[in-house]
Protein backbone atom coordinates (compact mmCIF):
# COMPACT_ATOMS: atom_id res chain seq x y z
CA UNK A 1 0.00 0.00 0.00
CA UNK A 2 1.26 3.34 -0.42
CA UNK A 3 3.14 5.34 1.95
CA UNK A 4 1.40 8.73 1.84
CA UNK A 5 -2.30 8.69 1.19
CA UNK A 6 -4.79 10.84 -0.34
CA UNK A 7 -7.40 12.35 2.12
CA UNK A 8 -9.87 13.22 -0.84
CA UNK A 9 -10.98 10.74 -3.39
CA UNK A 10 -10.97 10.62 -6.82
CA UNK A 11 -14.19 10.84 -9.00
CA UNK A 12 -12.71 12.09 -12.84
CA UNK A 13 -12.29 8.05 -13.71
CA UNK A 14 -15.96 8.09 -13.37
CA UNK A 15 -16.70 11.30 -15.00
CA UNK A 16 -13.58 14.15 -15.49
CA UNK A 17 -14.78 17.38 -14.70
CA UNK A 18 -17.51 17.20 -11.70
CA UNK A 19 -20.33 18.64 -11.98
CA UNK A 20 -18.94 20.52 -15.42
CA UNK A 21 -18.24 17.28 -17.00
CA UNK A 22 -18.67 17.11 -20.72
CA UNK A 23 -18.90 12.82 -20.73
CA UNK A 24 -21.28 13.23 -18.02
CA UNK A 25 -23.87 15.17 -19.85
CA UNK A 26 -23.14 12.52 -23.12
CA UNK A 27 -23.94 9.57 -20.25
CA UNK A 28 -26.82 11.43 -19.28
CA UNK A 29 -28.26 11.83 -23.04
CA UNK A 30 -27.63 8.34 -23.91
CA UNK A 31 -29.05 7.46 -21.00
CA UNK A 32 -32.53 9.33 -21.79
CA UNK A 33 -32.78 8.03 -25.03
CA UNK A 34 -32.45 4.76 -23.61
CA UNK A 35 -35.31 5.06 -21.46
CA UNK A 36 -37.72 6.31 -24.17
CA UNK A 37 -36.20 3.52 -26.24
CA UNK A 38 -37.34 1.16 -23.01
CA UNK A 39 -40.35 3.41 -22.57
CA UNK A 40 -41.90 2.33 -26.27
CA UNK A 41 -40.68 -1.31 -25.56
CA UNK A 42 -42.79 -1.29 -22.45
CA UNK A 43 -46.03 0.02 -24.28
CA UNK A 44 -45.91 -2.44 -26.32
CA UNK A 45 -45.81 -5.02 -24.39
CA UNK A 46 -48.14 -7.60 -23.44
CA UNK A 47 -48.53 -10.10 -21.00
CA UNK A 48 -47.37 -12.98 -22.77
CA UNK A 49 -49.86 -16.40 -22.93
CA UNK A 50 -47.42 -18.79 -23.43
CA UNK A 51 -42.88 -19.32 -22.90
CA UNK A 52 -42.81 -18.81 -26.55
CA UNK A 53 -44.29 -15.57 -26.14
CA UNK A 54 -42.47 -14.57 -23.16
CA UNK A 55 -38.70 -14.93 -24.52
CA UNK A 56 -39.92 -11.67 -26.39
CA UNK A 57 -39.66 -9.83 -23.33
CA UNK A 58 -35.96 -10.83 -23.13
CA UNK A 59 -34.67 -7.78 -24.85
CA UNK A 60 -37.05 -5.53 -22.50
CA UNK A 61 -35.64 -7.06 -19.41
CA UNK A 62 -32.11 -6.71 -20.29
CA UNK A 63 -32.88 -2.92 -21.57
CA UNK A 64 -34.53 -2.25 -18.07
CA UNK A 65 -31.48 -3.50 -16.34
CA UNK A 66 -28.95 -1.49 -18.06
CA UNK A 67 -30.63 1.61 -17.67
CA UNK A 68 -31.54 1.25 -13.99
CA UNK A 69 -27.86 0.19 -13.67
CA UNK A 70 -26.48 3.52 -14.86
CA UNK A 71 -29.15 5.33 -13.12
CA UNK A 72 -27.91 4.40 -10.40
CA UNK A 73 -24.37 4.96 -11.35
CA UNK A 74 -25.68 8.81 -12.25
CA UNK A 75 -27.45 8.80 -9.14
CA UNK A 76 -24.31 8.45 -6.94
CA UNK A 77 -22.29 10.80 -8.98
CA UNK A 78 -24.29 13.38 -8.31
CA UNK A 79 -24.82 12.12 -4.31
CA UNK A 80 -21.04 12.66 -4.34
CA UNK A 81 -20.45 15.92 -5.57
CA UNK A 82 -22.76 17.20 -3.60
CA UNK A 83 -21.35 15.81 -0.61
CA UNK A 84 -18.08 16.72 -1.40
CA UNK A 85 -18.86 20.74 -1.86
CA UNK A 86 -23.04 21.36 -0.32
CA UNK A 87 -22.27 24.98 -2.50
CA UNK A 88 -22.00 22.90 -5.77
CA UNK A 89 -25.06 24.55 -7.34
CA UNK A 90 -24.53 22.14 -10.80
CA UNK A 91 -24.61 19.45 -8.66
CA UNK A 92 -27.82 20.01 -7.18
CA UNK A 93 -29.09 20.48 -10.52
CA UNK A 94 -27.32 17.31 -12.13
CA UNK A 95 -29.35 15.84 -8.71
CA UNK A 96 -32.86 17.12 -9.50
CA UNK A 97 -32.12 16.16 -13.59
CA UNK A 98 -31.31 12.43 -12.36
CA UNK A 99 -33.91 12.66 -9.63
CA UNK A 100 -36.72 13.11 -12.55
CA UNK A 101 -35.30 10.87 -14.92
CA UNK A 102 -35.13 8.33 -12.25
CA UNK A 103 -38.90 8.48 -11.71
CA UNK A 104 -39.84 8.39 -15.36
CA UNK A 105 -37.99 4.99 -15.20
CA UNK A 106 -39.48 3.87 -12.02
CA UNK A 107 -42.75 4.66 -13.82
CA UNK A 108 -41.87 2.60 -16.76
CA UNK A 109 -40.69 -0.25 -14.36
CA UNK A 110 -44.59 -0.13 -12.74
CA UNK A 111 -45.27 -0.62 -16.23
CA UNK A 112 -43.86 -3.57 -17.04
CA UNK A 113 -44.16 -4.95 -13.25
CA UNK A 114 -48.20 -4.85 -14.53
CA UNK A 115 -47.33 -6.96 -18.02
CA UNK A 116 -45.53 -9.76 -15.25
CA UNK A 117 -48.57 -9.24 -12.93
CA UNK A 118 -51.07 -10.45 -15.46
CA UNK A 119 -48.97 -12.98 -17.09
CA UNK A 120 -50.53 -16.37 -16.00
CA UNK A 121 -49.09 -18.81 -13.37
CA UNK A 122 -48.26 -21.46 -15.89
CA UNK A 123 -46.66 -19.38 -18.42
CA UNK A 124 -44.98 -17.78 -15.29
CA UNK A 125 -43.13 -20.78 -14.09
CA UNK A 126 -42.16 -22.12 -17.54
CA UNK A 127 -40.98 -18.82 -18.18
CA UNK A 128 -38.38 -18.50 -15.41
CA UNK A 129 -36.90 -22.21 -15.42
CA UNK A 130 -35.84 -20.91 -19.00
CA UNK A 131 -31.53 -20.64 -18.57
CA UNK A 132 -31.99 -17.37 -19.24
CA UNK A 133 -33.90 -15.97 -16.99
CA UNK A 134 -33.70 -18.57 -14.09
CA UNK A 135 -30.93 -16.58 -12.33
CA UNK A 136 -33.38 -13.70 -12.05
CA UNK A 137 -36.37 -15.65 -11.31
CA UNK A 138 -36.24 -14.27 -7.56
CA UNK A 139 -36.25 -10.66 -7.99
CA UNK A 140 -39.03 -10.81 -11.10
CA UNK A 141 -40.88 -12.67 -8.81
CA UNK A 142 -40.53 -10.26 -6.33
CA UNK A 143 -41.72 -7.69 -8.48
CA UNK A 144 -44.73 -9.53 -9.40
CA UNK A 145 -45.94 -9.78 -6.24
CA UNK A 146 -45.74 -6.57 -5.16
CA UNK A 147 -47.25 -5.34 -8.18
CA UNK A 148 -50.20 -7.06 -7.06
CA UNK A 149 -50.62 -5.25 -4.45
CA UNK A 150 -49.66 -1.49 -5.61
CA UNK A 151 -52.00 0.86 -7.55
CA UNK A 152 -53.00 0.70 -11.34
CA UNK A 153 -49.87 1.03 -13.76
CA UNK A 154 -51.10 4.49 -14.16
CA UNK A 155 -51.65 5.67 -10.31
CA UNK A 156 -48.19 3.79 -9.55
CA UNK A 157 -46.87 6.01 -12.47
CA UNK A 158 -48.52 9.28 -11.34
CA UNK A 159 -47.26 8.91 -8.06
CA UNK A 160 -44.00 8.53 -8.92
CA UNK A 161 -44.14 12.09 -11.18
CA UNK A 162 -45.84 13.77 -8.62
CA UNK A 163 -42.49 12.28 -6.13
CA UNK A 164 -40.29 14.23 -7.85
CA UNK A 165 -41.24 17.75 -6.78
CA UNK A 166 -42.64 16.14 -3.56
CA UNK A 167 -41.98 13.44 -1.69
CA UNK A 168 -37.54 13.44 -3.28
CA UNK A 169 -38.37 17.81 -3.46
CA UNK A 170 -38.62 17.70 0.14
CA UNK A 171 -35.80 15.60 1.00
CA UNK A 172 -33.64 17.54 -0.80
CA UNK A 173 -35.03 20.62 1.11
CA UNK A 174 -34.07 19.35 4.38
CA UNK A 175 -30.18 19.08 2.98
CA UNK A 176 -30.69 23.03 2.16
CA UNK A 177 -31.70 23.38 5.61
CA UNK A 178 -28.55 21.85 6.67
CA UNK A 179 -26.29 23.56 4.32
CA UNK A 180 -27.77 26.95 6.03
CA UNK A 181 -26.89 25.92 9.87
CA UNK A 182 -23.44 27.22 11.18
CA UNK A 183 -22.61 26.68 14.74
CA UNK A 184 -20.12 29.31 16.67
CA UNK A 185 -16.91 27.45 18.10
CA UNK A 186 -14.68 29.03 20.03
CA UNK A 187 -10.78 28.15 20.58
CA UNK A 188 -8.12 29.57 20.78
CA UNK A 189 -7.99 31.27 17.40
CA UNK A 190 -10.99 33.15 17.74
CA UNK A 191 -14.48 32.34 17.37
CA UNK A 192 -15.20 29.69 14.00
CA UNK A 193 -18.61 29.00 12.45
CA UNK A 194 -18.47 25.32 11.56
CA UNK A 195 -20.88 23.31 9.10
CA UNK A 196 -23.01 20.60 10.38
CA UNK A 197 -20.39 17.68 10.45
CA UNK A 198 -17.83 19.73 11.80
CA UNK A 199 -19.94 20.82 14.59
CA UNK A 200 -20.82 16.66 15.14
CA UNK A 201 -17.83 15.61 15.49
CA UNK A 202 -16.85 17.83 18.37
CA UNK A 203 -19.78 15.91 20.29
CA UNK A 204 -17.33 13.37 20.78
CA UNK A 205 -14.81 15.67 22.60
CA UNK A 206 -12.97 13.78 25.53
CA UNK A 207 -13.76 17.30 27.26
CA UNK A 208 -16.42 17.24 28.86
CA UNK A 209 -17.03 21.11 29.08
CA UNK A 210 -16.35 21.13 25.14
CA UNK A 211 -19.01 18.67 24.67
CA UNK A 212 -21.90 20.14 26.42
CA UNK A 213 -21.06 23.46 25.32
CA UNK A 214 -21.08 22.19 21.83
CA UNK A 215 -24.30 19.74 22.92
CA UNK A 216 -26.09 23.36 24.36
CA UNK A 217 -24.98 25.30 20.96
CA UNK A 218 -26.02 22.16 19.06
CA UNK A 219 -29.66 21.98 20.21
CA UNK A 220 -30.22 25.55 20.21
CA UNK A 221 -29.30 25.74 16.39
CA UNK A 222 -31.28 22.96 15.68
CA UNK A 223 -34.25 24.27 17.67
CA UNK A 224 -33.97 27.53 15.00
CA UNK A 225 -34.85 25.13 12.17
CA UNK A 226 -37.32 23.22 13.99
CA UNK A 227 -40.37 24.68 12.25
CA UNK A 228 -38.28 24.22 8.66
CA UNK A 229 -38.04 20.69 9.65
CA UNK A 230 -41.50 19.71 10.68
CA UNK A 231 -42.74 21.15 8.03
CA UNK A 232 -40.48 18.71 6.18
CA UNK A 233 -40.59 15.90 8.02
CA UNK A 234 -44.52 16.21 7.88
CA UNK A 235 -45.07 16.17 4.36
CA UNK A 236 -42.76 13.60 3.41
CA UNK A 237 -44.78 11.47 6.42
CA UNK A 238 -48.21 12.88 4.47
CA UNK A 239 -46.53 11.19 1.05
CA UNK A 240 -46.12 7.88 2.17
CA UNK A 241 -49.08 7.53 4.28
CA UNK A 242 -51.14 9.06 0.98
CA UNK A 243 -49.47 6.33 -1.37
CA UNK A 244 -49.91 3.46 0.68
CA UNK A 245 -53.80 4.35 1.43
CA UNK A 246 -54.04 4.61 -2.42
CA UNK A 247 -52.36 0.83 -2.09
CA UNK A 248 -54.83 -0.20 0.25
CA UNK A 249 -51.67 -0.63 2.88
CA UNK A 250 -52.71 0.29 6.62
CA UNK A 251 -49.54 -0.80 7.77
CA UNK A 252 -46.41 1.56 8.02
CA UNK A 253 -43.98 -1.63 8.43
CA UNK A 254 -45.40 -3.15 5.06
CA UNK A 255 -43.41 -1.50 2.84
CA UNK A 256 -39.99 -1.16 5.01
CA UNK A 257 -40.15 -5.14 5.82
CA UNK A 258 -40.87 -6.21 2.17
CA UNK A 259 -37.78 -3.88 1.01
CA UNK A 260 -35.43 -5.79 3.73
CA UNK A 261 -36.42 -8.94 2.81
CA UNK A 262 -37.58 -10.07 6.24
CA UNK A 263 -40.70 -11.27 8.32
CA UNK A 264 -41.99 -9.02 11.34
CA UNK A 265 -41.91 -12.33 13.32
CA UNK A 266 -37.90 -11.95 12.71
CA UNK A 267 -38.03 -8.27 13.85
CA UNK A 268 -40.33 -8.75 16.79
CA UNK A 269 -38.38 -11.64 18.02
CA UNK A 270 -34.60 -9.46 17.22
CA UNK A 271 -35.98 -6.80 19.43
CA UNK A 272 -37.66 -9.10 22.26
CA UNK A 273 -33.73 -10.46 22.60
CA UNK A 274 -32.40 -6.79 22.84
CA UNK A 275 -34.94 -5.37 25.22
CA UNK A 276 -34.48 -8.41 27.65
CA UNK A 277 -30.48 -7.93 27.03
CA UNK A 278 -30.46 -4.08 27.99
CA UNK A 279 -30.46 -4.50 31.97
CA UNK A 280 -26.72 -5.29 31.29
CA UNK A 281 -26.40 -2.28 28.98
CA UNK A 282 -28.19 0.10 31.44
CA UNK A 283 -25.09 -1.68 34.04
CA UNK A 284 -22.59 -0.55 31.22
CA UNK A 285 -23.82 3.16 31.20
CA UNK A 286 -24.55 3.42 35.16
CA UNK A 287 -21.21 2.40 35.75
CA UNK A 288 -19.59 4.60 33.03
CA UNK A 289 -21.31 7.26 34.58
CA UNK A 290 -18.87 6.69 37.96
CA UNK A 291 -15.69 6.45 35.53
CA UNK A 292 -16.23 9.97 34.11
CA UNK A 293 -17.20 11.63 37.77
CA UNK A 294 -20.92 12.13 37.18
CA UNK A 295 -23.96 10.97 38.83
CA UNK A 296 -25.62 9.98 35.65
CA UNK A 297 -24.98 10.29 31.95
CA UNK A 298 -26.84 12.73 29.80
CA UNK A 299 -27.17 12.37 26.22
CA UNK A 300 -23.83 13.97 25.41
CA UNK A 301 -21.86 11.67 27.61
CA UNK A 302 -23.30 8.45 25.89
CA UNK A 303 -20.87 8.04 23.12
CA UNK A 304 -17.86 10.44 25.03
CA UNK A 305 -14.96 8.29 25.49
CA UNK A 306 -13.31 6.73 28.20
CA UNK A 307 -9.88 6.05 29.47
CA UNK A 308 -6.61 6.82 26.98
CA UNK A 309 -6.23 5.62 23.79
CA UNK A 310 -2.71 6.63 21.88
CA UNK A 311 -3.15 9.69 20.54
CA UNK A 312 -4.57 10.85 17.91
CA UNK A 313 -4.26 7.79 14.96
CA UNK A 314 -3.01 9.21 11.54
CA UNK A 315 -5.18 8.41 8.30
CA UNK A 316 -2.67 5.83 7.00
CA UNK A 317 -1.56 4.06 10.05
CA UNK A 318 -5.67 3.66 10.12
CA UNK A 319 -5.71 2.75 6.94
CA UNK A 320 -2.56 -0.29 7.72
CA UNK A 321 -3.96 -1.45 10.70
CA UNK A 322 -7.53 -1.99 8.92
CA UNK A 323 -5.80 -3.81 5.87
CA UNK A 324 -4.03 -5.81 8.50
CA UNK A 325 -7.02 -6.70 10.58
CA UNK A 326 -8.72 -7.67 7.37
CA UNK A 327 -5.97 -9.78 5.84
CA UNK A 328 -6.34 -12.34 9.30
CA UNK A 329 -9.72 -13.67 8.27
CA UNK A 330 -9.66 -12.95 4.76
CA UNK A 331 -6.80 -12.34 2.38
CA UNK A 332 -9.17 -11.27 -0.75
CA UNK A 333 -11.02 -8.55 1.76
CA UNK A 334 -7.82 -7.07 2.56
CA UNK A 335 -6.60 -6.94 -1.05
CA UNK A 336 -9.55 -5.01 -2.14
CA UNK A 337 -9.36 -2.52 0.61
CA UNK A 338 -5.49 -1.96 -0.14
CA UNK A 339 -6.82 -1.09 -3.94
CA UNK A 340 -9.31 1.39 -2.19
CA UNK A 341 -6.69 3.01 -0.57
CA UNK A 342 -4.16 2.90 -3.19
CA UNK A 343 -6.87 3.89 -6.01
CA UNK A 344 -8.00 7.30 -3.90
CA UNK A 345 -11.72 6.01 -3.63
CA UNK A 346 -12.10 7.11 -0.23
CA UNK A 347 -12.60 11.38 0.70
CA UNK A 348 -11.69 12.34 4.06
CA UNK A 349 -10.52 15.50 4.46
CA UNK A 350 -11.88 17.41 7.23
CA UNK A 351 -12.93 20.69 5.78
CA UNK A 352 -16.35 23.50 5.35
CA UNK A 353 -19.00 22.58 2.88
CA UNK A 354 -18.85 19.08 3.31
CA UNK A 355 -21.88 16.87 4.14
CA UNK A 356 -22.24 15.89 7.57
CA UNK A 357 -21.69 11.79 7.71
CA UNK A 358 -20.98 9.00 6.08
CA UNK A 359 -21.40 6.55 3.28
CA UNK A 360 -20.28 4.08 0.84
CA UNK A 361 -21.65 4.09 -2.80
CA UNK A 362 -20.86 1.92 -5.41
CA UNK A 363 -20.81 2.46 -9.66
CA UNK A 364 -22.18 -0.47 -11.15
CA UNK A 365 -21.41 0.44 -14.95
CA UNK A 366 -17.63 1.38 -13.19
CA UNK A 367 -17.51 -1.86 -10.98
CA UNK A 368 -15.76 0.95 -8.23
CA UNK A 369 -16.69 2.29 -4.92
CA UNK A 370 -16.46 5.13 -3.52
CA UNK A 371 -16.37 6.23 0.55
CA UNK A 372 -17.17 9.81 2.04
CA UNK A 373 -16.42 10.45 5.40
CA UNK A 374 -14.63 13.28 7.70
CA UNK A 375 -11.78 11.88 9.39
CA UNK A 376 -10.58 12.83 12.70
CA UNK A 377 -8.23 10.51 13.69
CA UNK A 378 -10.28 8.66 16.39
CA UNK A 379 -11.09 5.33 17.02
CA UNK A 380 -14.61 5.90 15.82
CA UNK A 381 -13.36 7.91 12.90
CA UNK A 382 -11.33 3.95 12.24
CA UNK A 383 -14.27 2.01 13.17
CA UNK A 384 -16.51 3.85 10.66
CA UNK A 385 -14.09 3.60 7.71
CA UNK A 386 -13.99 -0.15 8.34
CA UNK A 387 -17.34 -0.20 8.18
CA UNK A 388 -18.01 1.72 5.21
CA UNK A 389 -15.14 -0.98 3.35
CA UNK A 390 -17.22 -3.57 4.64
CA UNK A 391 -19.94 -1.78 2.51
CA UNK A 392 -17.77 -1.50 -0.53
CA UNK A 393 -16.40 -5.11 -0.22
CA UNK A 394 -19.73 -6.67 -0.28
CA UNK A 395 -20.61 -4.71 -3.89
CA UNK A 396 -17.20 -5.80 -4.74
CA UNK A 397 -18.07 -9.42 -4.25
CA UNK A 398 -21.65 -9.19 -6.37
CA UNK A 399 -19.72 -7.27 -9.49
CA UNK A 400 -20.41 -10.24 -11.79
CA UNK A 401 -23.81 -10.49 -11.05
CA UNK A 402 -26.68 -9.64 -13.05
CA UNK A 403 -27.39 -6.10 -12.47
CA UNK A 404 -30.97 -6.80 -10.77
CA UNK A 405 -29.00 -9.55 -8.28
CA UNK A 406 -27.09 -6.80 -7.13
CA UNK A 407 -30.00 -5.31 -5.56
CA UNK A 408 -29.46 -6.30 -1.62
CA UNK A 409 -31.50 -5.05 0.87
CA UNK A 410 -30.05 -2.38 3.59
CA UNK A 411 -30.40 -5.35 6.51
CA UNK A 412 -27.76 -7.59 4.72
CA UNK A 413 -25.67 -4.20 3.64
CA UNK A 414 -25.55 -3.28 7.07
CA UNK A 415 -24.21 -6.46 7.84
CA UNK A 416 -21.13 -6.88 5.83
CA UNK A 417 -20.44 -3.14 6.77
CA UNK A 418 -20.89 -3.75 10.85
CA UNK A 419 -18.95 -7.35 10.28
CA UNK A 420 -15.85 -5.67 8.74
CA UNK A 421 -16.15 -2.85 11.57
CA UNK A 422 -16.57 -5.58 14.83
CA UNK A 423 -12.93 -7.13 12.58
CA UNK A 424 -11.03 -4.54 12.94
CA UNK A 425 -13.10 -3.28 16.85
CA UNK A 426 -12.16 -6.62 18.46
CA UNK A 427 -8.33 -7.00 17.09
CA UNK A 428 -7.89 -2.88 18.44
CA UNK A 429 -8.76 -3.81 22.11
CA UNK A 430 -6.77 -7.47 21.84
CA UNK A 431 -3.65 -5.28 20.47
CA UNK A 432 -3.93 -2.61 23.82
CA UNK A 433 -0.82 -1.65 24.43
CA UNK A 434 -1.91 -1.39 28.13
CA UNK A 435 -5.01 -1.53 30.39
CA UNK A 436 -5.89 2.13 29.58
CA UNK A 437 -5.90 1.74 26.19
CA UNK A 438 -7.91 -1.33 26.38
CA UNK A 439 -10.37 -0.07 28.61
CA UNK A 440 -10.50 2.86 26.17
CA UNK A 441 -10.85 0.36 22.69
CA UNK A 442 -13.19 -1.96 24.58
CA UNK A 443 -15.87 0.86 25.68
CA UNK A 444 -15.89 2.45 21.98
CA UNK A 445 -16.42 -0.96 20.97
CA UNK A 446 -19.64 -1.18 23.51
CA UNK A 447 -20.75 2.04 22.55
CA UNK A 448 -21.87 0.67 19.20
CA UNK A 449 -23.94 -1.63 21.60
CA UNK A 450 -25.91 1.12 23.07
CA UNK A 451 -26.59 2.79 19.54
CA UNK A 452 -28.02 -0.56 18.27
CA UNK A 453 -29.89 -1.27 20.71
CA UNK A 454 -30.88 2.01 22.14
CA UNK A 455 -30.31 4.37 19.84
CA UNK A 456 -31.85 2.97 16.93
CA UNK A 457 -34.71 1.63 19.04
CA UNK A 458 -35.18 5.18 20.22
CA UNK A 459 -35.44 6.10 16.30
CA UNK A 460 -37.53 2.86 15.37
CA UNK A 461 -40.08 3.72 18.30
CA UNK A 462 -40.21 7.61 17.33
CA UNK A 463 -40.58 6.75 13.79
CA UNK A 464 -43.79 4.41 14.50
CA UNK A 465 -45.30 6.24 17.03
CA UNK A 466 -45.17 9.60 14.91
CA UNK A 467 -46.23 8.33 11.52
CA UNK A 468 -49.85 6.53 13.77
CA UNK A 469 -50.14 10.41 14.84
CA UNK A 470 -49.33 11.85 11.33
CA UNK A 471 -52.11 9.89 10.10
CA UNK A 472 -54.61 12.32 12.21
CA UNK A 473 -52.67 15.39 10.74
CA UNK A 474 -50.25 17.40 11.78
CA UNK A 475 -47.76 16.74 13.94
CA UNK A 476 -45.91 20.20 15.43
CA UNK A 477 -42.22 20.63 16.11
CA UNK A 478 -43.04 20.48 19.97
CA UNK A 479 -45.33 17.43 19.58
CA UNK A 480 -42.15 15.76 17.58
CA UNK A 481 -39.79 16.78 20.34
CA UNK A 482 -41.87 15.42 22.85
CA UNK A 483 -42.69 12.05 20.62
CA UNK A 484 -38.59 11.70 20.64
CA UNK A 485 -37.62 12.24 24.42
CA UNK A 486 -40.63 9.70 25.00
CA UNK A 487 -38.75 7.22 22.34
CA UNK A 488 -35.54 7.90 24.10
CA UNK A 489 -36.17 7.60 27.83
CA UNK A 490 -37.57 4.42 26.70
CA UNK A 491 -35.22 2.90 24.60
CA UNK A 492 -32.60 4.15 27.09
CA UNK A 493 -34.25 2.61 30.42
CA UNK A 494 -34.84 6.47 31.96
CA UNK A 495 -31.54 5.80 32.69
CA UNK A 496 -29.89 9.25 31.24
CA UNK A 497 -30.22 12.37 32.91
CA UNK A 498 -31.10 14.67 29.70
CA UNK A 499 -32.02 13.48 26.14
CA UNK A 500 -31.97 15.26 22.78
CA UNK A 501 -35.28 16.48 22.30
CA UNK A 502 -34.69 17.88 17.97
CA UNK A 503 -32.70 14.51 17.17
CA UNK A 504 -35.65 14.02 15.26
CA UNK A 505 -34.62 17.29 13.31
CA UNK A 506 -30.87 16.74 13.34
CA UNK A 507 -30.69 13.01 12.34
CA UNK A 508 -30.63 12.92 8.22
CA UNK A 509 -31.83 9.25 8.16
CA UNK A 510 -35.61 10.66 8.94
CA UNK A 511 -35.41 12.63 5.78
CA UNK A 512 -34.21 10.44 3.23
CA UNK A 513 -36.11 8.89 0.25
CA UNK A 514 -34.65 5.49 -0.93
CA UNK A 515 -35.89 3.71 2.42
CA UNK A 516 -38.40 4.24 4.57
CA UNK A 517 -37.74 3.54 7.80
CA UNK A 518 -33.98 4.13 7.62
CA UNK A 519 -33.42 2.72 11.88
CA UNK A 520 -34.24 -0.91 11.96
CA UNK A 521 -32.20 -1.92 9.36
CA UNK A 522 -29.19 -1.04 11.04
CA UNK A 523 -29.90 -2.65 14.32
CA UNK A 524 -31.09 -6.37 12.17
CA UNK A 525 -27.52 -5.73 10.19
CA UNK A 526 -25.39 -5.22 13.58
CA UNK A 527 -26.99 -8.40 15.70
CA UNK A 528 -26.40 -10.72 12.01
CA UNK A 529 -23.24 -9.64 12.23
CA UNK A 530 -21.91 -10.12 15.55
CA UNK A 531 -24.19 -13.58 15.48
CA UNK A 532 -21.49 -14.37 12.05
CA UNK A 533 -18.74 -13.27 14.03
CA UNK A 534 -19.37 -15.40 16.88
CA UNK A 535 -19.75 -18.05 13.97
CA UNK A 536 -16.19 -16.98 12.38
CA UNK A 537 -14.87 -17.33 16.16
CA UNK A 538 -15.91 -20.60 16.15
CA UNK A 539 -14.93 -21.79 12.96
CA UNK A 540 -12.04 -20.58 12.08
CA UNK A 541 -10.01 -19.31 9.02
CA UNK A 542 -12.78 -21.39 6.69
CA UNK A 543 -15.41 -18.98 7.73
CA UNK A 544 -14.55 -16.61 5.15
CA UNK A 545 -15.51 -18.60 1.88
CA UNK A 546 -18.77 -19.33 3.86
CA UNK A 547 -19.19 -15.68 4.57
CA UNK A 548 -18.08 -14.84 1.19
CA UNK A 549 -20.73 -16.97 -0.53
CA UNK A 550 -23.67 -15.81 2.18
CA UNK A 551 -22.91 -11.91 0.87
CA UNK A 552 -23.09 -13.37 -3.04
CA UNK A 553 -26.36 -14.23 -2.08
CA UNK A 554 -27.95 -11.31 -0.42
CA UNK A 555 -30.10 -10.08 -4.04
CA UNK A 556 -31.71 -12.92 -4.52
CA UNK A 557 -33.19 -14.39 -1.36
CA UNK A 558 -35.09 -13.38 1.91
CA UNK A 559 -33.42 -12.66 5.26
CA UNK A 560 -34.66 -16.21 6.70
CA UNK A 561 -34.11 -18.20 3.63
CA UNK A 562 -30.29 -17.26 3.54
CA UNK A 563 -29.55 -17.72 6.77
CA UNK A 564 -31.33 -20.99 6.59
CA UNK A 565 -29.14 -22.02 3.86
CA UNK A 566 -25.60 -21.13 4.58
CA UNK A 567 -25.79 -21.03 8.29
CA UNK A 568 -28.54 -23.60 8.67
CA UNK A 569 -30.61 -21.22 11.13
CA UNK A 570 -34.13 -20.37 12.28
CA UNK A 571 -34.27 -16.52 12.81
CA UNK A 572 -37.68 -16.36 14.39
CA UNK A 573 -35.78 -18.48 16.92
CA UNK A 574 -34.36 -16.47 19.91
CA UNK A 575 -31.17 -18.32 19.68
CA UNK A 576 -29.29 -17.24 16.52
CA UNK A 577 -30.20 -13.56 18.30
CA UNK A 578 -29.07 -14.52 21.77
CA UNK A 579 -26.13 -15.69 20.87
CA UNK A 580 -25.34 -12.34 19.86
CA UNK A 581 -26.37 -10.47 22.13
CA UNK A 582 -24.55 -13.20 24.17
CA UNK A 583 -21.09 -11.60 22.78
CA UNK A 584 -22.06 -8.09 23.10
CA UNK A 585 -22.53 -8.70 27.45
CA UNK A 586 -19.33 -10.53 27.39
CA UNK A 587 -17.91 -7.33 26.71
CA UNK A 588 -20.22 -5.14 28.89
CA UNK A 589 -18.97 -7.35 31.76
CA UNK A 590 -15.15 -6.94 30.65
CA UNK A 591 -15.31 -3.78 30.75
CA UNK A 592 -17.48 -3.86 34.55
CA UNK A 593 -14.88 -6.04 35.57
CA UNK A 594 -11.64 -3.37 34.60
CA UNK A 595 -14.00 -0.59 36.30
CA UNK A 596 -14.74 -2.43 39.39
CA UNK A 597 -12.94 0.32 41.25
CA UNK A 598 -15.84 2.37 40.74
CA UNK A 599 -18.94 -0.31 41.91
Not at 270 to 292: C, D, F, G, N
Not at 366 to 387: C, D, Q, W
Not at 581 to 599: C, R, V, W
Request: hydrophobic fraction near 40%; glycine fraction near 6%; charged fraction near 25%.
Amino acid sequence: MKQSLSLTWELDSIFPGGSASPQFAEFLAKLEADIEKLSRQVADSVPPADVEAAQSLDEVIELLQSCSGRLIQASEFTGCLGAQNQQDKGAVRLSSKVTGMRAGFEGISSQFDNVLRLTPDDVWSAWMKRPETAPLAFVLSESRDLAREKMSPELESLALELAVDGYHGWSEHYETIVSSIQIPYEDEEGTQQLSVGQAFNKLDDSDPQVRAAMFRKWEEAWSGAADFCADTLNHLAGFRLNLYKGRGWDDVLKEPLAINRMSQQTLDKMWEVITESKPALVSYLQRKAKVLGLESLAWVDVDAPVGQSSGKISYEQAANDIVAQFRKFSPKMADFAEHAFDNNWIEVEDRAAKRPGGFCVSFPESKESRIFMTYSGTPSNVSTLAHELGHAYHSYLLDDQPYFNQNYAMNVAETASTFAEVIVADAQVKAASGSEEKLALLEAKIQNSVAFFMNIHARFLFETRFYEKRKKGLVNAEELSALMEEAQKEAFCGVLSEYHPHFWASKLHFYATDVPFYNFPYTVGYMFSTGLYRLALQEGPSFADKYDNLLRDTGVMTLEDLVSKHLGVDLSEADFWQGAADLIIADINEFLEMTSQFA
